[in-house]
């Protein structure tokens, strides 16, 4: 009777520290087309499709021979789910043919795509809300966003920005970004000039 009380007891406590563990973790669910791709995790090859990880910052690959591997790099939260949808890209003509020869899964690839669209856009909103009044356009100068130049990798990541044919010009697209109420120290901002396209990081 009193090792049977313990085994209960110990049990709940197994159950509980376990749980308190997966509370700790984030899970993500990986979706991916062609299903047979090598998923690689954090620079592991991995064979499950649901898994608990870390909170924090990973990175994600799928890749299949006749296509573009797909890499994205993604932030999970405590405790939250996250799904993951990769789409390696086909370039060979046998992948092409495998694709035409099955239009359902066509279909499921562009359903994917527009969920990564639908993520990123929620991304963007949340993490660069300067994005509500962009693109600015002046007669003196145009503020823009695109894609980072410090983390051309990271989808995640933008950049402003600013096209403007001098100095003082640029130094009031400046001023406009600080009039909306945002500070330009908190964003990496590319300087594109009018006459002469070059690229200047600030």
Do not use: C
């Given at each position: 009777?009193?090792?049977?009380?313990?085994a209960?007891?110990?049990?709940?406590?197994?159950?509980?520290f376990?749980?308190?563990?997966?509370?700790?973790?984030?899970?993500?669910?990986?979706?991916?087309?062609?299903?047979?791709?090598?998923?690689?995790?954090?620079?592991?090859?991995?064979?499950?499709?649901?898994?608990?990880?870390?909170?924090?910052?990973?990175?994600?690959?799928?890749?299949?021979?006749?296509?573009?591997?797909?890499?994205?790099?993604?932030?999970?939260?405590?405790?939250?789910?996250?799904?993951?949808?990769?789409?390696?890209?086909?370039?060979?003509?046998?992948?092409l043919?495998?694709?035409?020869?099955?239009?359902?899964?066509?279909?499921?690839?562009?359903?994917?795509?527009?969920?990564?669209?639908?993520?990123?856009?929620?991304?963007?909103?949340?993490?660069?809300?300067?994005?509500?009044?962009?693109?600015?356009?002046?007669?003196?100068?145009?503020?823009?966003?695109?894609?980072?130049?410090k983390?051309?990798?990271?989808?995640?990541?933008?950049?402003?920005?600013?096209?403007?044919?001098?100095?003082?010009?640029?130094?009031?697209?400046?001023?406009?970004?600080?009039?909306?109420?945002?500070n330009?120290?908190?964003?990496?901002?590319?300087?594109?000039?009018?006459?002469?396209?070059?690229?200047?990081?600030?």
């Amino acid at each position: 009777m009193v090792l049977s009380l313990f085994a209960i007891l110990a049990l709940t406590a197994y159950l509980i520290f376990t749980g308190n563990r997966n509370t700790d973790l984030s899970k993500i669910k990986i979706n991916v087309i062609p299903e047979d791709s090598t998923i690689t995790l954090d620079g592991s090859v991995i064979k499950e499709r649901t898994l608990d990880v870390q909170p924090g910052e990973h990175s994600i690959e799928a890749s299949k021979e006749g296509f573009k591997p797909h890499k994205l790099d993604f932030e999970t939260a405590k405790g939250a789910t996250k799904e993951i949808y990769l789409l390696p890209e086909p370039t060979s003509e046998e992948a092409l043919e495998w694709l035409r020869a099955n239009p359902d899964i066509q279909l499921r690839r562009e359903s994917f795509a527009s969920q990564n669209v639908t993520e990123q856009q929620a991304i963007f909103e949340n993490e660069y809300p300067i994005l509500t009044v962009l693109p600015y356009i002046s007669a003196d100068f145009r503020v823009d966003y695109g894609v980072s130049k410090k983390y051309p990798d990271n989808p995640n990541k933008i950049a402003l920005y600013i096209t403007a044919i001098s100095p003082e010009l640029r130094k009031m697209a400046v001023n406009w970004i600080m009039s909306q109420g945002y500070n330009p120290a908190e964003y990496e901002i590319v300087f594109v000039n009018f006459d002469n396209p070059f690229i200047e990081n600030d």
